[in-house]
Nanobody, 116 residues
Framework: QVQLVESGGGLVQAGGSLSLSCAAS?????????VGWYRQTPGKQRELVAAITSGGSTDYADSVKGRFTISRDNAENTVYLQMNNLKPEDTAVYYCKAEWASIYVWGQGTQVTVSS
């Protein structure tokens, strides 16, 4: 069973940066997993922010292109989300999700708050 643990959230002023980490309990990229970062605010659906495949291809929501970067460290079984030039509308709980062979696992989430 794969477990995901997010970390790195916190409070930052607008224009600042944060780096989130999603650590997997096993080598998810050997499973050919796609790992995505999602975010959710109260009353809204969870939305995809960025994703990375086992082959290294990446995809981003239009709202974060040019500001966020998703990357991975295969040796550490960790996926990162570098968030720069943060805006108050980026405030949300951020979750990572790993998906492979019709199986998916979510992390517990980490709060990101951006003050204006």
């Amino acid at each position: 069973q794969v477990q995901l643990v997010e970390s790195g959230g916190g409070l930052v002023q607008a224009g600042g940066s944060l780096s989130l980490s999603c650590a997997a309990s096993r080598s998810i990229f050997r499973l050919d997993a796609v790992v995505g970062w999602y975010r959710q605010t109260p009353g809204k659906q969870r939305e995809l922010v960025a994703a990375i495949t086992s082959g290294g291809s990446t995809d981003y929501a239009d709202s974060v292109k040019g500001r966020f970067t998703i990357s991975r460290d295969n040796a550490e079984n960790t996926v990162y989300l570098q968030m720069n030039n943060l805006k108050p509308e980026d405030t949300a709980v951020y979750y990572c999700k790993a998906e492979w062979a019709s199986i998916y696992v979510w992390g517990q989430g980490t709060q990101v708050t951006v003050s204006s």
